[in-house]
């Protein structure tokens, strides 16, 4: 196979693992209410979003971006249009969450359509940006973006097999007290019908029933 074929073929295998660095979704939110998307991400990528909602009269919608410890990485009250970026500190579970306010009732208000856009690592980066700053030729911006998501696999299945580790040595350890616990059941049940076997012995030669 020449070297162009090949070049085109490992960016074949490549593109697909990039969907799922790419979040988008449309929803609409009811006056009043709350809804929040949750997605995991590893520990140090970059995450950038846009997102639009539209203006309803007498309406406020507020966004917050928070972490499983409460941590806000992003909020905007009254938001309608814009844009956010963090880096992630470690791996966890982050939440997007849009909160409608209004003064009127429910049955008066349409609800709010929302666009919200998502990326993080390779995709999130700005690589005209890179480009124009480190002036590299689009040849070397695209080997660049290669090495970024090879760098970004690899990574991906080393913490695949770290937390493979971690199942693992959970399993041995389950399995090493669920066998201790067995022997100390037994142990305690053989305790308990020699016990019985005395005791009745020491009751029945009591009543002279034997001897």
């Known amino acids: ?12 295998i490549l593109l697909p693992l990039l969907f799922d660095s790419v979040f988008s979704i449309s929803f609409f939110l009811p006056v009043r209410t709350r809804k929040c998307l949750k997605e995991e991400i590893h520990k140090d990528v970059l995450v950038t979003g846009e997102y ?5 009269p007498n309406t406020k919608t507020n966004l917050k971006i928070t972490d499983s410890s409460g941590h806000i990485l992003y909020s905007k009250e009254d938001a309608t249009k814009g844009k956010f970026a963090f880096t992630t500190e470690d791996y966890d579970m982050f939440e997007v969450c849009f909160e409608s306010k209004s003064q009127m009732g429910t049955g008066r208000v349409p609800d709010q359509l929302i666009n919200l856009d998502m990326k993080h690592g390779v995709e999130a ?4 940006e890179i480009a ?8 070397e911006v695209e080997l660049r973006r290669l090495e970024d998501l090879s760098e970004s696999i690899v990574n991906d299945f080393a913490y695949m097999k770290k937390r493979e580790e971690e199942m693992r040595d959970t399993n041995e350890s389950t399995n090493t007290r669920v066998l201790y616990f067995s022997i100390f059941s037994m142990c ?3 305790g308990l019908a020699t016990w019985q076997v005395f ?4 009751f029945f030669k009591a009543k002279k029933l034997i001897e």
Do not use: T
Not at 52 to 56: F, H, P, R
Not at 132 to 139: C, D, G, N, T
């Open 125 to 128: 980066k700005n690589y005209e």
């Open 132 to 139: 124009k700053v480190e002036k590299l030729k689009p040849l």
């Open 52 to 56: 639009e909602i539209s203006e309803q």
């Open 188 to 190: 305690c049940l053989i």
């Open 1 to 12: 196979i020449p070297g162009s074929a090949m070049a085109r073929l490992g960016v074949l």
């Open 199 to 202: 005791y009745l012995r020491r």
